[in-house]
């Protein structure tokens, strides 16, 4: 009798070859291959006349094989089968490419369905290479068919199958983890039926009955998840941090905070006053001024007699950072040290011992504060700058170099606030939602390829006058799903550097560099040395470049509105009027009404709220490295009312029962959840 961990190749008709490509697809036991849902739906369940097909739909006909299938071979590798199929209104010509074995399939005077995509008129119509079955026989057609995401070596119909074995393996042994009361309360469908149906619905009430429990459970189980993690890190205690005159750091800096930062501030300074460990999410737009609510904590904590430390992504950041706070902070009496990978090793050592001994009060750095080389004498506080950048395991790698220190994670990513629960759960969340004066409008504005040859003399323009600009693209290189060169970025620098701007600078970036040479291209950009700079989307945390006016990403229905949003951002940091060009070709309405919001808003949080509600969490999520278990039915775009639910029912349930002693089955589905998120956490 299988169980849920066992094996998929023991599974009846599924066996070792087929085992070995499900693997690709991360589907190694029995729970992966049930767990493996569907991305979308096709109702075949309905056919229609031949002469009510319309061009271009896809669409299911009930037709008679009319003659003999015959067979040509137009080039080597290459063969047709061609049918002719006909019914009361009409006839379809059917072409299938290097299908032979449908020659002795198709049947003359017998009926089949075909499924997909009409072409031609009148009652004389074709299809090309549809989906093909017996009339009657129901496996895909005649019923609403799951579409899986899938790998090389395992179709669409392989897997139906195996998810088919796996379902009727497992239809006894499938545990119902949701206790009964909470199932019965919110009606709430029992887990068989659910599997069965988000797999093979009997119709669109089974799937959204299904859909719904196992949604409403991911999101229950992650509510009980975050709690426990809070609870436990509540009862963590450390020695709370005194007054301290906040006074000397405003009047030394050159502006007036604005109210946000100064709610930000606030919220932070209370958290490191309170005896509890800080775990605060700041939150702003680019340019909000987060680097100043850090600032604040880092005076804060430093006059409270502990050393502070902020970790940036990257060398050139870091140092950014360092050269922004250094002159504000050391004249406060704040010793400041900059710790990154290419120092020398005679200096590294020395700025060590510095921390070690507590002569340096807040260290500045990369990923090279986590070596273990690297010691602090009584590190209070932790801040790490755009937290996508960062893994759960790095944040809590800096955590350990002190006694349960205040963590203070930056983000520029603007997440509506539904989805930065599930992203930073672990994490209070302060959100700095507006900018300070004087913060200049980029104009953006959404073309066609057509205007190619105008942005270009528009670059020009620009770069006459002293300014720079980036380009940027969605691949690195030509592959065969994007043979458009404006699409490869070094084939695209190169293009651009010897027939459009040869008498100009022409540098490129990409994440395949090492990361020596990426910092070597960002830093000759930074400091004027390139006019236009060719990039992926490495550089959306970037350095920031004054001189930077111009953004042009090629291929924008590629991204995502708040990545769109993010690269906008990396231009208007300076006094300069700057611009963003954003080119796509596409003819879809939904991409072009996505487009259209980047050229009304600058506001990044409604920006993100839309691409929720357009594209659900997959942008966000994409990004996401911290540990917290992925969410594979709800979609927090459309499912923030059952978020409420189901938060609400774990609530409840934690609040009767703190430790789950009356449903074990959903203490250990919780705690397996939870057991990696809460190792690298705490």
């Known amino acids: 009798m299988p169980d849920l961990s066992t094996p998929v190749q023991f599974i009846k008709g599924i066996g070792q070859q087929r085992a070995k490509s499900l693997e690709k697809l991360g589907i190694t036991t029995l729970r992966d291959l049930i767990s493996w849902f569907p991305r979308r739906y096709e109702d075949r369940r309905h056919a229609c006349p031949i002469a009510a097909l319309v061009p271009g739909e896809t669409a299911c006909v009930e037709a008679m094989v009319a003659a003999e299938p015959t067979v040509s071979r137009i080039r080597k590798g290459m063969e047709l089968v061609k049918v002719r199929a006909v019914d009361e209104s009409g006839v379809l010509d059917v072409t299938f490419f290097n299908q032979t074995w449908l020659k002795n399939s198709l049947r003359p005077g017998e009926t089949y369905i075909f499924c997909g995509r009409a072409e031609g008129t009148g009652s004389h119509r074709k299809m090309v290479s549809p989906v093909v079955e017996p009339e009657g026989r129901r496996e895909v057609t005649g019923r609403i068919v799951p579409v899986y995401p899938l790998t090389a070596g395992i179709s669409q119909l392989v897997l139906r199958r ?101 709610r930000c501030v606030e919220e932070a300074l209370g958290d490191m006053s309170s005896g509890v460990p800080m775990n605060r999410l700041c939150q702003g737009d680019v340019g909000s001024g987060k680097t100043m609510v850090a600032a604040a904590c880092v005076y804060y904590l430093v006059k409270n007699g502990r050393q502070a430390a902020m970790m940036a992504p990257t060398e050139i950041l870091a140092q950014q950072h360092y050269a922004g706070l250094a002159p504000l902070l050391e004249p406060l009496g704040i010793r400041c040290a900059l710790l990154t990978g290419s120092l020398p090793a005679a200096e590294k050592r020395a700025v060590s011992a510095r921390l070690a001994a507590g002569e340096a009060d807040f260290a500045v750095g990369t990923h090279a504060l986590l070596t273990g080389g690297v010691a602090f004498r009584d590190l209070g506080l932790v801040v790490t700058d755009e937290q996508h950048r960062f893994g759960v395991a790095q944040r809590a790698a800096l955590a350990e170099k002190g006694a349960h220190p205040h963590i203070l994670v930056m983000s520029a990513t603007p997440i509506p606030r539904t989805l930065a629960l599930i992203l930073y759960g672990d994490l209070d969340v302060s959100i700095i939602d507006q900018l300070p004066p004087g913060r200049q409008k980029i104009d953006t504005s959404a073309v066609s390829g057509g205007y190619r040859r105008r942005i270009y003399d528009f670059l020009r323009r620009q770069i006459q006058e002293g300014r720079q600009a980036y380009i940027v693209c969605p691949a690195v290189e030509e592959n065969e799903e994007a043979p458009d060169e404006r699409k490869a970025v070094t084939a695209y620098a190169k293009t651009l550097q010897q027939e459009i701007f040869p008498d100009l600078r022409v540098a490129y970036v990409h994440g395949k560099m090492k990361p020596r040479e990426k910092e070597a291209v960002m830093t000759a950009f930074s400091q004027g ?141 919780a705690a397996e959840l939870f057991a990696q998120a809460a190792e690298s956490m705490n």
Do not use: W
Not at 198 to 221: G, K, M, N, V, W
Not at 539 to 561: C, H, K, Y
């Open 162 to 262: 195996a998810v088919r074995q796996g379902l009727d393996a497992c239809a006894a042994i499938l545990p119902d983890t949701l206790p009964d009361p909470v199932r019965r309360e919110h009606q709430l469908c029992r887990i068989g039926y659910a599997y069965e149906n988000i797999h093979f619905p009997t119709d669109e009430t089974a799937l959204d009955l299904s859909r719904r429990r196992l949604a409403f459970e991911e999101l229950f189980f992650f509510a009980i998840g975050l709690r426990t993690l809070r609870r436990r890190r509540e009862v963590v205690r450390v020695p709370p941090c005194g007054a301290a005159d906040m006074a000397p750091f405003f009047a030394a800096l050159p502006f007036s905070l604005t109210s946000a930062q100064r």
């Open 529 to 669: 040395e390139t006019d236009i700079l060719v990039s992926t989307t490495v550089i959306e945390v970037g350095v920031d470049v004054p001189n930077a006016t111009v953004m042009v990403v090629e291929n924008a229905e590629r991204f995502g509105l708040s990545q769109l949003h993010q690269l906008r951002g990396r231009v208007g940091r300076g006094v300069h009027k700057s611009y963003c060009v954003l080119i796509s070709d596409s003819r879809s309405e939904e991409t072009r009404a996505r487009l259209k919001i980047m050229t009304k808003t600058s506001d990044g949080f409604q920006i993100a709220e839309e691409d929720l509600r357009l594209r659900g969490p997959g942008d966000f999520f994409g990004q996401r490295q911290h540990g917290l278990p992925g969410l594979r039915v709800a979609d927090i775009g459309c499912d923030a009312a059952l978020l409420k639910e189901a938060q609400g029912a774990a609530e409840r349930l934690l609040e009767e029962d703190p430790e789950l002693s009356s449903c074990p089955a959903a203490a250990e589905r």
